[in-house]
C-alpha cells in the first residue's frame, strides 16, 4: 500500500512543475509544452522539442531538466551553437520519455520505411498517420488546405502529419489530447490557443 504523504508529496512537486513549465514563454514555446504534457499524461512514449536562446545557456538547460525530472520524465539533450547577428544563438534538443528504454531508441537506425514507423511508434503518433507518412500518403502540411471539418482549435494542437485515408480517426485521437491538456492546465492550452 502506497503511503499517501508521499503520493501527496509528488502530486504537489508535479503541480509545480507544470507552474513552472507555464510560465517559460520565452525559453519553451506552447507546441513544446504541449509535447511535454502529453508525454507526462501517458498520451505518447515520448516525444521531441527543441529551445533557443542567447543567455545563461546552463541555467536554463538546468531549469528545463528540474521541470522535466519532478515531472517523471527522462531527458536527452543536445545542444548545438549558432552565431547570428553577432549573437551566440544555442539551440537544446530535448528527447523525453517515461521509459529510459524508449529514450534511448530514438533517433536510431536506418531511416527507411520501417525506421520511420518505428520511431512513429516511440513517439505515439497514431498508427494511420506514422504508416501513410512511410508510404507518402498525407495530407498537405498547410493549415489552409486542411479539410474545412477539421476546426481552428484542432489545427492550433496539431503535431503530427495526418494521413489521407484516416485523417478524421487521427482529429479524434488528437481532441482526446486537447481534452486532457485543457484539464490539466488551462493556462498552456490558452498559450497554444493563442499562438501565431
Known amino acids: 500500500m502506497e503511503n499517501p504523504e508521499i503520493n501527496k508529496s509528488k502530486e504537489s512537486i508535479e503541480s ?11 525559453l519553451v514555446g506552447p ?28 541555467e536554463i538547460l538546468d531549469e528545463i531538466t528540474d521541470i522535466m525530472k519532478n515531472l517523471g520524465l527522462y531527458s536527452k539533450v543536445t545542444t548545438s551553437e549558432h552565431f547570428q547577428d553577432s549573437s551566440n544563438l544555442v539551440s537544446l534538443y530535448f528527447a523525453i520519455s517515461k521509459d529510459e528504454k524508449v529514450l534511448e531508441k530514438i ?22 498517420a506514422t ?5 507518402k500518403e498525407l495530407l498537405d502540411i498547410n493549415p489552409d488546405t486542411l479539410p474545412p471539418e477539421i476546426s481552428s482549435e484542432d489545427k492550433k494542437f496539431l503535431f503530427f502529419r495526418l494521413s489521407k485515408k484516416s485523417w ?25 490557443m493563442n499562438q501565431k
Do not use: C
Open 16 to 26: 509545480g512543475a507544470i507552474k513552472k513549465l507555464e510560465n517559460l514563454s520565452v
Open 31 to 58: 507546441h513544446a509544452k504541449l509535447l511535454i504534457l502529453s508525454v507526462y499524461l501517458n498520451l505518447k512514449p515520448a516525444s521531441v522539442f527543441q529551445t533557443q536562446f542567447t543567455d545563461k545557456p546552463n
Open 107 to 128: 533517433g536510431v537506425g536506418v531511416r527507411n520505411n520501417e525506421y520511420h514507423k518505428k520511431q512513429g511508434e516511440y513517439f505515439g503518433f497514431p498508427e494511420s
Open 131 to 135: 504508416e501513410a507518412f512511410a508510404e
Open 168 to 192: 478524421q480517426d487521427e482529429i479524434v485521437w488528437l481532441r482526446k489530447i486537447e481534452d486532457k491538456v485543457k484539464t490539466l492546465s488551462p493556462v498552456i492550452y490558452e498559450q497554444i
